[in-house]
């Protein structure tokens, strides 16, 4: 009948409907049969589906155990009597047969080469032995999606044909837990489950089968531990399934923290041939084999986790990112006698003085942003002087005035550029106005607004602790995102009855609401994206092992809550100098005397510059 009814359809009979699927509704071809009932075929694989032997999951069964046990295609693709020796690497893994007959593992399964039918290039290619092959890249083929409207790569078609994106095309269902709208991981007799309700639900806690843990298991009823740890150890083996000593120690060290980013980094294709790679040096491991691998965050983390190990030395990573990138934007200057000018100072003086600092102590966040901005506006000035058909020689006083008084970011900040170019002499007579330093507060916030931020960072339960001490420190003791990313627990002095907190010389008293959040902050653990060891005293630990966050990813978390760390703190230097003396000021909160001395100025405590007069008097 339902055969019939297609072909009185496919000849143009308008009065006949075509039925919808019993289980779905959708009007789709029903080609299989499933409780008695004509369904199309998702609803058909979704009614055959088991809970599988092996991980206890309900899913499709691509395989039997030996018993007549069910197993799920994920375990049935982990399971090592599947697996093969691979005709190029020699790895027992999962393998498949090329057009000539070798079997080979997924990593070195390549099409074979041709020239590709759309773009004409001569790369890997499917059908290859057909007139018309194509390449990977121009197989998957866009088109707007006919839901959201945007041109991206094909994933799933609609019920008429029309092309669907991955967002788009991906169903959703009620969860039978929680009633929302998800993505299903997994069916039980109630009905379907999201992931949340998934992870929340204790039915599907098991004991991993190697080290006895009873959690959500990964696969192939190991948990994440042991999976990554099985996972990774099988990447380095040889192919008789031994792990060379050298390698030892990067495998203690990749699995020595959270098995969660191990496995995101295993889960991906390009990654697992970086970690190949690693196999490859061995011995020969150091950062400039590192460097080849790229400069991604996976690159940086595993750095990260090597160095934490003690398997590489520690590094100067600002002072290594500043230098490829002076190098990367002297290349982009277009012309060729900037080109040079750019060069030599960005080399020989603002580089040369990272360099110096750098052989003192490693450098922070703070050292390296102002020559950045310092290099971006020499490039501006000497772009500005040819557009006005100057040269750096004839540029004058009037040119000069000119460029500062002009609209447009960097003005100020070409001081130390101009500088160093009247020194050598490619300026002649003019001068950089001396900085205004009587401006400070002027980036102030009104008290009572700082007030009112300070509230809720203190009382709102919904913000994250990081972000409620952090703002804190900014709004009420006057502190830098640099100042506060490094702080570390035994910066923390809990006395019973009193909390104190070590930010200068002498440790200044914390208050009852935030002495709580300064205790949860140092018990909480923010450790889940961190490749390696965790083991620190970071109050606000970062995604790298062993390493604080970064300022301007905790200067992005207070601006997204209102609390601004410029004017804030501008506000709180300005309240607390004008209540305390300069000395007590430098001492408590970590700032040069000077420093303290000239807020104490601005904010009109005149108490110290009464007892200097005082003191001469008297002599």
Known sequence: MIALIEALISRGARSIIAPACPVCGRTLPLRFKHGGLRCCRRCYAIGLRRTCGSCGEVGDIASRTPDGDPVCDRCTKADPANHETCGECGRRALCRPRQDGTRLCRSCHTEPVALCSRCGKSKPCYRSATASPICPSCSRSKAPCVRCGNVRLIAYRADDGGALCQACGETTEPCSTCGRDSRVITRTPDGPICRNCYRADIRFVRECRTCGTVEHLYHDRLCNRCAAIRWLRDLFADPEGAIRADLEGIVKALTAGRPLPLLNLLERTSKRHQLRRLREAGSGLDHHFLDQLGTSRDVASLRAALVAAGLLPPRDEYLIT????????????????????????????????????????????????????????????????????????????????????????????????????????????????????????????????????????????????????????????????????????????????????????????????????????????????????????????????????????????????????????????????????PVVVSKLLGLHISTATEWAQAAGNTRPGYAASVARRRR
């Open 322 to 581: 500043f230098e490829t990138w002076l190098t990367k934007i002297v290349n982009q200057v277009e012309e060729r006698d900037d080109e040079k000018l750019i060069r030599s100072f960005g080399t020989w003086s603002v580089l040369r003085q990272l360099r110096r600092a750098a052989a003192r102590r490693p450098l922070s966040y703070g050292q390296v942003a102002p020559p950045r901005t310092q290099i971006r506006s020499a490039i501006r000035f000497l772009s500005w002087v040819r557009d006005h058909d100057r040269t750096l020689p004839t540029c004058t006083q009037a040119d000069l005035d000119a460029w500062l008084t002009s609209d447009g970011p960097g003005r100020p900040e070409s001081r130390r550029f101009i500088s160093w170019a009247t020194k050598q002499h490619y300026l002649k007579d003019v001068i950089f106005p001396s900085p205004d330093r009587s401006g400070r507060g002027q980036s102030a916030i009104e008290d009572d607004e700082r007030w009112s931020i300070v509230h809720r960072l203190l009382h709102d339960d919904s913000l994250d602790t990081r972000v409620r001490v952090a703002g804190c420190l900014v709004l009420l003791y006057g502190q830098t995102v640099s100042r506060i990313a490094p702080l570390t627990g035994d910066q923390i002095i809990d006395d019973p009855g009193q909390m104190r907190l070590q930010l200068g010389i002498r440790p200044v008293d914390v208050p009852a609401p935030l002495a709580d959040l300064l205790r949860e902050l140092a018990t909480a653990d923010h450790h889940a994206a961190v490749l390696g060891e965790t083991g620190h005293r970071w109050l606000f630990p970062g995604q790298y092992a062993n390493q604080h966050m970064h300022p301007a990813s905790l200067n992005q978390l207070l601006n997204a809550v209102g609390a601004h760390s410029r004017p804030g703190r501008s506000t709180a230097l300005m309240d607390l100098a004008s209540q305390l003396p």
